[in-house]
Nanobody
Framework: QVQLVESGGGLVQAGGSLRLSCAAS????????MGWFRQAPGKEREFVQAISRSGGSTAYADSVKGRFTISRDNAKNMVYLQMNSLKPEDTAVYYC?????????????????WGQGTQVTISS
């Protein structure tokens, strides 16, 4: 079992920045590929960014290219999502997830563990 707890969400104006954090506990953190997903009201959950177990590879959705950056600190069991140039359409609940047995994952069905989510609201 892996427990994931997100933090760092909030309300910011368009053009602003936020940094989301995800604290992991349980099994060896470095064994898991990590990802961030988001779900806006009335929409399906969508992939945002992912990072490999070592942190050497990342993947991202086109909608966040050049604005969001995922990183991880395996010594601290943490994964981060730095979000810059935020837009109202980035408003959603953001979820951290962990995937076992894959080098990196972009599909929600590949993930085994999920956090409870943190709300991000961008005002125009």
């Amino acid at each position: 079992q892996v427990q994931l707890v997100e933090s760092g969400g909030g309300l910011v104006q368009a053009g602003g920045s936020l940094r989301l954090s995800c604290a992991a506990s349980g099994r060896t953190f470095s064994n898991y590929a990590m990802g961030w997903f988001r779900q806006a009201p009335g929409k399906e959950r969508e992939f945002v960014q992912a990072i490999s177990r070592s942190g050497g590879s990342t993947a991202y959705a086109d909608s966040v290219k050049g604005r969001f950056t995922i990183s991880r600190d395996n010594a601290k069991n943490m994964v981060y999502l730095q979000m810059n140039s935020l837009k109202p359409e980035d408003t959603a609940v953001y979820y951290c997830a962990a995937a076992d047995g894959v080098p990196i994952a972009t599909l929600s069905r590949q993930y085994d563990y999920w956090g409870q989510g943190t709300q991000v609201t961008i005002s125009s």
